[in-house]
């Protein structure tokens, strides 16, 4: 019997619509260090999903999430 029990995650696309979001890059102009973000169209705020640290890390972003990441845009 365990005490903890693991959580289905709901899809990521319900989570973030792409009508409604858009992925993009988030970049600190100081460090460097890259995050992969949602940002709302209408709003312009932007929800934080993980932190890049490498290609590997990109290619995990756009395979969960169905995001063609050639094309993302960068934001400082």
Known sequence: MSLFKKRNAAPASS???AE????VIRSSIC???KTA???NRETGKV???M????SGDLKEFGAQYGVDISNLQTIY
């Open 47 to 49: 929800h934080e999903v």
């Open 15 to 17: 989570l973030f619509p």
């Open 37 to 39: 973000c949602f940002r």
């Open 51 to 54: 932190v890049i640290r490498g």
């Open 31 to 33: 460090t460097g260090e």
């Open 20 to 23: 409604q979001y858009e992925p």
